[in-house]
């Protein structure tokens, strides 16, 4: 069956149906993968899921497919969501941009997106600097985020399930004592577990969704 990349996925509100967006993303995600730009990908040895952010970040935080991403939606993923929200080193940047760019070279090839022209025009090598310098900076960390670093640059190994419970209850023990640096909140500690609780959900089920399609 032909894949519709213009298909609605928003009700009147711009909400998105869950169950149909999901579907598109793994849809979309398996043809990028299954492309000569996602086979450049692997040969190029990126596989951070940038693309899935990509999507991901658009649906549910935009409104957007990417027939309908201009590149001012993919200004704002790219220098307000992913310094926020996603956990990860300043030195992937040029790897985001670069799978970024394959992606959108893909849209272009496959499905003659008449919008791929001028969002590939702006990921250019000031886009990988300016996100470089705007994912080092702890100001933009969201929450979640600024919890996940704090871990990370306490040695933590967040990679696996054991290491994230082993630094959560390190954090709140030292809270406890009033011996830790606490994270800057809006509001009561426990928002802080929160947040990180549904960041390490949504971690967990994008890679079980990435791991899935590859056995496809």
Same mark, same amino acid.
């Given at each position: 069956?032909?894949?519709? #990349?213009? +298909?609605? /996925? ?14 598109? +993303?793994? *849809?979309?995600?398996? %043809? ?6 996602? *086979? ?5 040895? #990126?596989?951070?899921?940038? !693309?899935?952010? @990509?999507?991901?970040?658009? #649906? ?11 590149? $001012? $939606?993919?200004?704002?993923? @790219? ?13 992937e940047a040029p790897h985001i941009i670069r ?12 499905? $003659? &997106? ?5 969002? %590939?025009?702006? &990921? ?6 300016? &996100? ?17 670093? /704090? ?6 190994? %967040?990679?696996s399930e054991e290491g994230i419970h082993e ?7 030292e809270l406890a004592a009033g011996s830790g640096?606490?994270?800057? %909140? ?7 577990? +929160? ?5 390490? !959900? $949504? ?14």
């Amino acid at each position: 069956m032909t894949f519709n #990349i213009y +298909q609605q /996925m928003f009700d009147r509100d711009g909400m998105p149906f869950e169950k149909k967006a999901s579907q598109y +993303q793994d *849809q979309l995600l398996q %043809l990028f993968e299954q492309s000569p730009e996602g *086979q450049a990908l692997r040969d190029a040895g #990126i596989d951070g899921n940038w !693309t899935s952010l @990509l999507l991901d970040f658009g #649906i549910n935080y935009l409104s957007v497919t990417p027939p309908q991403m201009a590149p $001012h $939606h993919l200004r704002e993923i @790219l220098f307000d969501l992913f310094p926020r929200k996603v956990s990860t080193s300043a030195d992937e940047a040029p790897h985001i941009i670069r799978e970024f760019q394959l992606f959108w070279q893909f849209l272009q090839r496959e499905f $003659h &997106l008449e919008n791929a022209a001028a969002c %590939l025009s702006m &990921l250019d090598e000031k886009v990988v600097s300016n &996100l470089k310098r705007e994912m080092s900076n702890p100001a933009n960390f969201g929450m979640a985020k600024s919890f996940v670093m /704090m871990g990370i640059e306490r040695g933590f190994d %967040l990679g696996s399930e054991e290491g994230i419970h082993e630094w959560m209850v390190n954090y709140n023990a030292e809270l406890a004592a009033g011996s830790g640096q606490r994270i800057p %909140l809006p509001g009561e500690e426990s928002a802080t577990v +929160q947040q990180f609780r549904s960041w390490l !959900t $949504h971690r967990t089920t994008s890679s079980k969704r990435k791991r899935n399609r590859r056995r496809k």
